[in-house]
């Protein structure tokens, strides 16, 4: 396997804008949730994302890299992000765009300690399991902290399902870094992903009776949003990164995607906080950041 470089300018610059991306994804879901089913959402566009990247696999003569040593590592991938957006879909019934971008994206903590047990340059120092800790102590808070008087609520499923999402997440990447795919084309691995995505999202939209359509421009605008940004110029622009870079230095930047998600979740949706979701919200990505960002503390005691 070729060896990763630390994070640059380049690579953080890139990071920022596929965190607006990534955050602004559950809102777009969500919203057009009332229109179509958000499993079938995730099914049509992964589906349509899947023809253009084959299309654009053609053209590169990247056609190659589709060969038995690699659809073994391909259908793994394929049916862990297919579990992700599964959780994904299913969770934003019940719970908020904003809850599922608080905990979708403890995905870096789980990857960190998949890259713990496998990789020597990768361990994880106190520092990182004292950030798992407090994560996981935020993800307690957001759960206790509501009480009696939301015992009648399903909320907590949605962020249940969004913690599933965040650990196949954190799966699918240790798949890619641990197989063939990480050093293969990008747009081959995406099309692994994207294919498993709507083979098995179809079946279970079809399973689940979630099969019915509201035609409106929403819906539209959503698909559009989720097909070219979402599932090609994101995705594609993501699996690059991790060809170059170590795996845990882009965490501290995807750092950003929760509070991106969050934001968004309150300004379009008009999204409600409660304060305890806030309390643990503040944990979780405190302890992200302990999690992900080992290097920016390192690179300050040896600037001292």
Same mark, same amino acid.
């Given at each position: ?179 063939? =795919?990480?050093? #293969?084309?990008? +747009? !081959?691995?995406? %099309?692994?992903?994207?294919?498993? @995505? *709507?083979?098995?999202?179809?079946? $279970?939209?079809?399973? =689940?009776?979630? #099969?019915?359509? +509201? !035609?409106?421009? %929403?819906?539209?605008?959503?698909? @559009? *949003?989720?097909?070219?940004?979402? $599932? ?73």
């Amino acid at each position: 396997m070729a060896e990763r470089k630390e994070i640059d300018a380049g690579a953080t610059a890139l990071m920022v804008v596929l965190c607006a991306i990534w955050g602004m994804q559950q809102v777009a879901i969500k919203a057009a949730a009332p229109l179509m089913a958000p499993v079938l959402q995730v099914a049509i566009r992964s589906g349509v994302a899947a023809v253009v990247i084959a299309g654009l696999v053609l053209v590169r003569g990247e056609a190659g890299a589709l060969r038995s040593d690699t659809w073994r590592a391909g259908i793994i991938v394929g049916l862990l992000f297919a579990m992700e957006f599964l959780f994904v879909g299913e969770g934003l019934r019940f719970t908020s765009a904003s809850h599922m971008a608080i905990f979708l994206y403890t995905a870096p903590i789980f990857a960190a300690l998949g890259l713990h047990l496998r990789l020597p340059e990768e361990r994880m120092t106190a520092l990182q399991w004292c950030g798992t800790g407090v994560a996981f102590a935020g993800i307690v808070v957001s759960f206790a902290g509501r009480g009696a008087a939301n015992a009648g609520s399903t909320v907590w499923i949605g962020d249940l399902l969004g913690i599933a999402a965040g650990a196949s997440w954190g799966a699918t990447t240790l798949a890619v870094r641990f197989s063939i =795919l990480s050093d #293969t084309p990008a +747009t !081959v691995t995406l %099309l692994y992903q994207l294919l498993g @995505a *709507f083979v098995l999202l179809t079946i $279970s939209a079809l399973f =689940l009776g979630q #099969t019915g359509v +509201t !035609v409106a421009p %929403l819906l539209g605008v959503s698909l @559009a *949003f989720q097909i070219v940004l979402v $599932s090609l110029v994101s995705f594609l622009a993501w699996f690059s990164l991790l060809r170059i870079y170590l795996a845990s230095r882009l965490g501290v930047l995807a750092f950003m995607t929760p509070l991106f998600g969050v934001s968004f979740g309150v300004l379009i949706l008009g999204e409600r906080l409660d304060p305890s979701f806030v309390i643990g919200a503040l944990f979780v990505l405190g302890g992200i950041l302990l999690v992900a960002g080992r290097d920016l503390f390192g690179r300050r005691r040896l600037a001292r």
